[in-house]
């Protein structure tokens, strides 16, 4: 299964990117997405998740008032968006999208079984 996250760059402290991850609709339409962020020298860490319907959402204390995740289920795809606002210095990362074998959101990064590549987010300040 291959999931493809997209929108990652270079931005300024301050300002906003939205991040895509595209799942196959057969493998992610009735599973929880998450997006998950690493950045040098530091685990992985959960970023914010999303159920299978869209009615439930999770968020990092990190994150939460200036991201936003949501998903189309009536897109080809099955997107998953991550709007990110107000970035900062340290939210720069790799941010990876994952589907859950299950359908509720979860930040338990041992529930998501399908990983993506990653995209870059760099932040200056």
């Known amino acids: 299964v291959q999931l493809q996250a997209s929108g990652g760059g270079l931005v300024q402290a301050g300002g906003s990117l939205t991040l895509s991850c595209v799942a196959p609709?057969?493998?992610?339409?009735?599973?929880?997405v998450a997006w998950f962020r690493q950045a040098p020298g530091k685990e992985r860490e959960f970023v914010a998740a999303?159920?299978?319907?869209?009615?439930?959402?999770?968020?990092a204390d990190s994150v939460k008032g200036r991201f936003t995740i949501s998903r189309d289920r009536d897109n080809a795809n099955n997107a998953v968006y991550l709007k990110m606002s107000s970035l900062k210095a340290e939210d720069t990362a790799v941010y990876y999208c994952?589907?859950?074998?299950?359908?509720?959101?979860?930040?338990?990064?041992?529930?998501?079984?399908?990983w993506g590549r990653g995209t870059q987010v760099t932040v200056s300040s």
């Open positions: 999303i159920s299978w319907n869209g009615g439930n959402t999770l968020y």
């Open positions: 994952a589907v859950a074998r299950g359908s509720i959101a979860t930040s338990d990064n041992s529930r998501y079984n399908y």
């Open positions: 609709r057969r493998t992610a339409s009735n599973n929880a």
